[in-house]
């Protein structure tokens, strides 16, 4: 390190969220994006994993298909093995004294660098890899891939100076009390989900942010978009070895990672039963560690909409059919238990059942769809199993969809169950997918239809109230207090927004540890505090030893 090297205390840009483009007819944003999926639609590309800087290929190549569109083929990434991973963590622990030692501001100026390429030069190219790898419309790919992805990086920078700006308030007379941020000793591994792009970059460059070198492995399904990502971080000048992105089997992975000496922390987003089965997998080889791993996870869901018979019904039937559908309800907040007073359910029942009738579902490069395909054919499988459960079921009525087709793509047609018992297995068990489940309660037992809520289910992550009287609202925000880790009022169950709504869970949905906030990047640093004494004492003695 440069021991000339010019200082200051320096303050970085405030961050403002990245405004969310329209894609209107005739706008310009539209046709750019337009241009952007023909391109990606008119050829294969050859997606490698990256390690140390290098692009690896194997002889294990695997096609990536378009959920909505099987047959075509957008490209071939190639899969490796546990020597891959094993070369990724030797890459990462190579670059780390470099970039731990790289000062912070550097590496501020790399991630704000990151997030206007994507505001950019790569909005379009990464929507477009999002809506044809992961089957999202315009609008759900620009929230996510364009919006939130460049939030989470403008923010977090911010949220990093502030964290290191924290020091100790008190310094008494010949004495200097402070605080440095190290990163942890040794290497994070990030495992990123394949329904939101945002999470898939999030995860690696929060912990790198704060001086940690990364093992990265994105799901399969998300591979497209992650291989954009992986351009933009190398062009924004992330150094070689910092963040390594491989595409292996997770198990495989596991095998070496959680074995490794130099395990200092996992990043991830996914099931809760792969988060669990990680969570023991670590306390079994607790013993074999530099340190204690963090474990930082954000899981499943099972998040309801309650509404209250002072409920505005048009507010209410709004909230729930995009809370519950947008993004085929694919979203870990999405809406998919609600309740409904018997006063308001003939209302809302309509009001519901028009909107998913109106729906149009199909393609991404068809705009007028609101519906696309849901991930993969095992996911197809598993929704299409519960709705024909729910056909054959006297406990359950289907109200409009239940009808599904994967010969074109994988598309599961909007479907609301009304279930006759609020324990119904679709209303306690997380689908992932776009079938929602109504329980028409009596008025009368709003007291009871709260703790019904809040026992129903393992998970705690987002939830919500419909209602106009205040008393209500009131009530069911506390009596649901540990039911959601985000709680919305008047409004659907999803949508949070980096630096107005840090996102996450507890109970069964996590760690709660809030992407987006400071709270998550305090969990990538351990901190050591430092006193320095400018005068110290030369004798052991203190004055209660005085003999007179």
Known sequence: MNESMSQGFFKVPDPVNEPVLSYAVGSKERKLLQQALQAALAVQVDIPMYIGGEAVRTEHQIAIRP???????????????????????????????????LPWEERAAIFLRAADLIAGPYRYKLNAATMLGQSKNAFQAEIDSACEIVDFLRFNVRYMSEIYAQQPPVSPRGSWNRVEQRPLEGFVFAL??????????????????????????????????????????????????????????????????????????????GSTAVFQQIWKTIGENIHRYRSYPRIVGETGGKDFILVHRSADVKVAATAIVRG???????????????????SLWPELKDLIVRDVESFKVGPVDDFTNFINAVIDEKSFDKLAKYIDAAKQDSDAEILVGGTYDKSEGYYIYPTVIQAKRPDYVTMCEELFGPVLTVYVYEDGKWGEILEVIDNTSIYALTGAVIARDRYAISEATHALRHSAGNFYVNDKCTGAVVGQQPFGGARGSGTNDKAGSMINLLRWVSPRTIKETFDPP???RYPFMEEK
């Open 324 to 342: 519950a559908f947008e993004y085929q309800g694919q979203k870990c907040s999405a809406a998919s238990r609600v309740y409904i007073p018997q």
């Open 67 to 101: 959920p909505h569109a099987h047959k075509h083929v957008l490209g071939y990434y190639h899969y490796g093995d546990k020597s891959h991973v094993q070369a990724a963590i030797d890459a990462a622990l190579k670059a780390k004294e470099a970039w731990e030692g």
């Open 538 to 540: 030369t004798d052991y």
């Open 192 to 269: 990123t989900p394949f329904n939101f792009t945002a999470i898939a970059g999030n995860l690696p460059t929060s912990a790198a942010l704060m001086g940690n070198v990364v093992v990265w492995k994105p799901a399969n399904t998300q591979v497209y978009a992650a291989h954009v990502l992986m351009e933009v971080f190398r062009e924004a000048g992330v150094p070689d070895g910092v963040i390594n992105l491989i595409y292996t089997d997770g198990p495989e992975a596991g095998e070496v990672i959680f074995k490794h000496r130099d395990f200092a922390g996992i990043h991830f987003t």
